[in-house]
């Protein structure tokens, strides 16, 4: 995966600060850091930072488990007029994900959101797929050609996939 100017550096500082368990955000424009915050296990609260975030941006943050870009990383991608959001997960997988601004409206709540609320209301442990759902929804949706989506998966991710397609084989 090819990085714009600053985003790699980006990475490893969300990826570092994440050690603490919280999500961190961090803002680049043009290579440099314009914007950065930190959040909870499950967020940053971006709902006061517009107009702080210049369009234009690429939109970087940290994951505290091994999921991939969420619908509501990409709506804080089109929120925001950034280019790409990336997410770093514990494991090292890195997620970029973008939207065509064409095609952003039709994405809404009719296909991401009907998936989400059906995996959100399940009981009991998470599964291999449940960990795994994200990345293959976007994997989906961008051979749709809903979503722009690429990956470089780490070890434990790559790992929970082969055992994935090892046991649907069976």
């Known amino acids: 995966m090819e990085y ?11 990826q570092r600060l994440g050690k603490d368990g919280l999500e961190h955000f961090i803002a680049v424009k043009d290579g440099k850091e314009v914007f950065r915050r930190d959040g909870t296990a499950e967020s940053v609260d971006l ?12 939109l970087v943050h940290n994951h505290p488990a091994l999921d991939s870009l969420s619908n509501m990383d990409f709506y804080s991608a089109k929120s925001f007029n950034a280019t790409a959001m990336y997410a770093i ?25 009907m998936f989400w609320r059906s995996v959100r209301q399940k ?20 051979t749709m050609k809903l979503i722009g989506y690429e990956y470089e998966l780490g070890a434990e991710t790559a790992a929970k ?10």
Not at 103 to 109: K, T
């Open 4 to 14: 714009e100017a600053g985003v790699r550096a980006a990475l490893d500082e969300v």
């Open 47 to 58: 709902s006061d930072a517009h107009g702080l975030i210049p369009a234009g941006a690429v």
């Open 89 to 113: 997960s514990t494991d090292g997988s890195v997620y970029k994900g973008w939207l065509d601004p064409h095609l952003s409206n039709f994405l809404g709540p009719s296909v991401y959101q």
């Open 123 to 142: 009981q009991g442990p998470l599964t291999i797929e449940d960990e795994l759902a994200q990345h293959l929804v976007n994997i989906d949706l961008a």
């Open 161 to 170: 996939l082969a055992e994935r397609a090892r046991k649907s084989r069976i």
